[in-house]
T-cell receptor, first 116, second 112 residues
Framework: GAGVSQSPSNKVTEKGKDVELRCDPI?????LYWYRQRLGQGLEFLIY????????KSGLPSDRFSAERTGESVSTLTIQRTQQEDSAVYLC??????????????FGNGTRLTVT | TQLLEQSPQFLSIQEGENLTVYCNSS?????LQWYRQEPGEGPVLLVT?????EVKKLKRLTFQFGDARKDSSLHITAAQPGDTGLYLC????????????FGDGTTLTVKP
C-alpha cells in the first residue's frame, strides 16, 4: 500500500481481555515503531524494530505488553489482561532507514483502544 | 530521561493573526522534527532541523532550531483555519535514532 496501515481502527474490549493490534508498514521500510498517545497528549515510545537487530523494548510499560515483527513486514502489538489505563490510541510508524534525521517516520492512523 | 516541553498547550486565535509555538528541553538533540496531527489521523512530518541556529521556512511556517540544539520554535504568519490541528515537536539523538522523544503538543484552533 501507499502508506502505513493499521487495523482495527477502533477496538473496544472488556477489562482483563487480550487484544492484538496490527501494523502493515510501507513496503521496503526496514524500521518499524509503536507509540502510544493518550487523549490530548504527545506520543509515548513503546518499541522499535530495525532490520534483523534485536528490538528496543525499553518503552513497553509492563510485561503485559509485547510486540513481534515478521521480517521487515507486518507487526503485531499484543496487550494481555487489558486495564482501563491501557485506553489510548496506538500509533505505528515505519521508516526507510534507522530514523531521523535521514529517515523520517511515516505514521499510520492508529488504533483507538477503549477498555471498559 | 529526555523531556520536551511545549508551550502553549492550547492556542485559539482569529484568522490572519500570527503565532509562535515553543519546544524546550534541557537535553541536546541531534535533530528535531515538527509534526502536525489532525483528529483521527497520525502525525505528518512538517520539517526536520539538524543544525544549531538553523531556520527553515515552509510557506507561512517558519521553524528555528536553537543554537545549542535544545529548543525550537514554530512561527505561523497570517494563520488560516486550515492550520488548525495538534502541533508536535520531537527530538532524536544520533546514537538512538529510533527512539524519538515527543512533546505533549500544542492544540491550535484558528477561527474564521
Amino acid at each position: 500500500g501507499a502508506g502505513v496501515s493499521q487495523s482495527p481502527s477502533n477496538k473496544v474490549t472488556e477489562k482483563g481481555k487480550d487484544v492484538e493490534l496490527r501494523c502493515d508498514p510501507i513496503s521496503g521500510h526496514t524500521a518499524l515503531y509503536w507509540y502510544r498517545q493518550r487523549l490530548g497528549q504527545g506520543l509515548e515510545f513503546l518499541i522499535y524494530f530495525q532490520g534483523n537487530s534485536a528490538p528496543d523494548k525499553s518503552g513497553l510499560p509492563s510485561d503485559r505488553f509485547s510486540a513481534e515483527r515478521t521480517g521487515e513486514s507486518v507487526s503485531t502489538l499484543t496487550i494481555q489482561r487489558t486495564q482501563q489505563e491501557d485506553s489510548a490510541v496506538y500509533l505505528c510508524a515505519s521508516s526507510l532507514g534507522a530514523g531521523p534525521p535521514n529517515s523520517p517516520l511515516h505514521f499510520g492512523n492508529g488504533t483507538r483502544l477503549t477498555v471498559t | 530521561t529526555q523531556l520536551l516541553e511545549q508551550s502553549p498547550q492550547f492556542l485559539s486565535i482569529q484568522e490572519g493573526e500570527n503565532l509562535t509555538v515553543y519546544c524546550n528541553s534541557s537535553s541536546v538533540f541531534s535533530s528535531l522534527q515538527w509534526y502536525r496531527q489532525e483528529p483521527g489521523e497520525g502525525p505528518v512530518l512538517l520539517v526536520t532541523v539538524v543544525t544549531g541556529g538553523e531556520v527553515k521556512k515552509l510557506k507561512r511556517l517558519t521553524f528555528q532550531f536553537g543554537d545549542a540544539r535544545k529548543d525550537s520554535s514554530l512561527h505561523i504568519t497570517a494563520a488560516q483555519p486550515g492550520d488548525t490541528g495538534l502541533y508536535l515537536c520531537a527530538g532524536a539523538v544520533r546514537t538512538n535514532a529510533g527512539k524519538s522523544t515527543f512533546g505533549d503538543g500544542t492544540t491550535l484552533t484558528v477561527k474564521p
